[in-house]
């Protein structure tokens, strides 16, 4: 019994392990381009870089303060375009709650067949689903 329970507490550590690797050089990675990015546009063209980090008297917006006030208004289209394309289809259903819409969207759409071998679906690891595809690329190779 207590064998069992420390396996499954190595298995959660290990796991934990592994996303904490993969997030980390995931955060790296991206922080590393958009590093090589900024050096890059700062050697083209030094006194147009500088130009945008603060506002001056041509430019009365810094760059980075025009980038936010787009990503505001872009993110406020964004949601309220889709929040009405939503609420317009939830009108023309002629639906009054949730478990209504999903019943006639499901009778609306076509049934998925569902296959008798879809195959493994449960992997101890990266390497192990690796060899997984390549066992089965081959496999259809053969055939």
Known sequence: MDSDSETGDKKK???????SFLLTVTGMSILGGFGM???LAKKRDPVYFFKGMMPTKELPESGSAL???ALGWGTFYAV?????????VWKMMGVKNLEEFRMKVGNALPRIP???????????NLRELLNYVIEEDKKGKKS
């Open 37 to 39: 990015a900024l050096a």
């Open 80 to 88: 309220s375009g889709f929040s009405i394309f939503c609420f317009g």
């Open 67 to 69: 980038a936010m006030r």
């Open 114 to 124: 569902k296959s008798e071998n879809p195959g493994r679906s449960e992997f101890k």
């Open 13 to 19: 550590n290990n796991k934990l392990l592994e996303t």
